[in-house]
């Protein structure tokens, strides 16, 4: 059974940085990639940022780049996002997902992390 769980989210003052973590288990050798999306009460899921598992390409939403970092540890099975530079609008629900195929929705998700970002 594929679990997924986030860890890292709380409270930063804008301009802080915070790093979130996604522990897999199940199925963790046949990722084909994993990202990190959040949502705000009442909008929809929004991208953030994907990596490739074996290959470490990395792709990021235009609202982040320059400011986040995804990156993955192989052998732990497990997803980072650093962010740094935060604003209060990153003040979100942030989801990790994992998927076997190269393309379409994302698979499985986890339960979500809040991180806040005060002003």
């Known amino acids: 059974q594929v679990q997924l769980v986030e860890s890292g989210g709380g409270l930063v003052q804008a301009g802080g940085s915070l790093s979130l973590s996604c522990a897999a288990s199940?199925?963790?050798?046949?990722?084909?990639?994993m990202a990190w999306f959040r949502q705000a009460p009442g909008k929809e899921r929004e991208f953030v940022a994907q990596i490739t598992w074996w290959s470490g390409i990395t792709a990021y939403a235009d609202s982040v780049k320059g400011r986040f970092t995804v990156s993955r540890d192989s052998a732990k099975s497990t997803l980072h996002l650093q962010m740094s530079s935060l604003k209060p609008e990153d003040t979100d629900v942030y989801y990790c997902?994992?998927?076997?195929?190269?393309?379409?929705?994302?698979?499985?998700w986890g339960q979500g992390t809040q991180v806040t970002v005060a002003s």
């Open positions: 199940g199925r963790t050798g046949s990722w084909y990639r």
């Open positions: 997902a994992a998927d076997q195929r190269s393309y379409g929705e994302y698979t499985y």
